[in-house]
């Protein structure tokens, strides 16, 4: 599941929404937005984050949010460290390799040593 998966599934559950309804009401499968909310599918495009924004009627900060858990819900990400340093390079692979099996509380707190790259991002 992705960031954005996780919370398009939250917003559904809080105001009682079906899948199946939802996906009409935005004009798609509900196979496709099963896969969406199931991080199968790719990034969502801005034109289905706004429509989705407008499904729910969120506006500012949580809007701008989904919009930010969108772009950083890409489940296949591919890392180019050409040209930079092999420490870099070393992490990518690392990670790379070790992500599935991580403990959910070591990638939290991975993610919180990291937090300045998401004020960059």
């Known amino acids: ?6 919370r398009l599934r939250d917003l559904r559950a809080e105001r009682g929404v079906t899948l ?14 099963s896969a969406l909310e199931n991080g199968k ?13 407008a499904y729910f009627n969120v506006i500012w ?6 919009q930010r858990l969108a772009e950083l819900s890409h489940p296949r990400i591919v890392v180019d460290t050409a040209g930079l340093s092999p420490e870099a390079t070393e992490l990518a692979n690392l990670l790379a390799r070790e992500i599935a099996v ?12 990291l937090k300045i790259l998401r004020r960059r991002g």
Do not use: K
């Open 102 to 113: 991580l403990p959910p509380e070591a990638v939290a707190e991975l993610l919180g040593r």
């Open 1 to 6: 599941m992705t960031p954005f998966g996780r």
């Open 20 to 33: 199946s309804h939802m996906a009409g009401a935005i004009g798609v499968s509900p196979t496709y937005l």
């Open 61 to 66: 900060d949580e809007a701008e949010e989904l």
């Open 41 to 53: 599918r790719g990034r969502p495009t801005w034109a289905m984050v706004q429509r989705i924004i």
